[in-house]
């Protein structure tokens, strides 16, 4: 009787020269294949888990330039929800249009992320300069990326307003702008921000 045989005596008898080719099929399926151990998979998603991680706390970290700019990044991700979102909450207030509410939701953004780039993407730099001078010179690099960024987001939103556009995207235009200004004034800030700003000149 196959029932009380353990798997490799199952998957021998399979190979008798009597079995049935079928028989010999299942037995096999039922000694070697179907006893076999589950598969580790919450044990290989605990490492896959535990990998990722590492690999962000090291992201955080890390006095690079590729993570330096993956923190500026993900800073600068964070402070476009805050334009965008400020944004679309003052644009229709009375007294206010889309441009002037935009200029309120940078500033609040850029504030913010004055904060985040301190304590968070450029940490690891020995920063000897008074706060104020170091604050003089964030919003003054940010000021100019602010020119650049809000030049992109005006250029998209009047194109948009000229064309024929469906009442959607006449209501997506402004979020286009603010992330397409966003990439551009990022880079800019990013470069001159590590240069002029977060810098390890400062206490020389």
């Not at 000021?143 to 030049?151: D, M, Y």
Request: hydrophobic share 45%.
């Amino acid at each position: 009787m196959m029932v009380g045989l353990p798997s490799s005596a199952q998957f021998t008898a399979g190979e008798g020269d009597g079995a049935d080719p079928a028989a010999r099929g299942l037995i096999r399926l039922g000694g070697s294949t179907g006893n076999c151990s589950p598969p580790l998979l919450p044990k290989d998603n605990a490492i896959s888990l535990r990998g990722s991680t590492n690999l962000i706390r090291r992201g955080v970290r890390s006095s690079s330039s590729r993570a330096t700019f993956f923190r500026f990044a993900c800073v600068g991700s964070t402070i476009a929800l805050i334009d965008a979102g400020l944004l679309y909450l003052l644009k229709d207030l009375p007294g206010l249009n889309v441009y002037l509410a935009r200029v309120v939701s940078y500033a609040a953004a850029m504030s913010t992320g004055y904060v985040l780039n301190r304590y968070f993407t450029f940490h690891h730099i020995e920063r000897g300069r008074a706060l104020l001078d170091e604050l003089l010179r964030f919003f003054s690099v940010h000021a100019l990326g602010g020119v650049l960024n809000f030049g992109v987001f005006s250029l998209i939103v009047f194109a948009g307003e000229q064309a024929e556009l469906t009442p959607f995207w006449e209501a997506v235009m402004p979020l286009v702008g603010v992330w397409v200004g966003g990439v551009v004034g990022m880079s800019f800030n990013f470069l001159f921000s590590r240069k002029l700003v977060f810098d390890e000149r400062g206490d020389q």
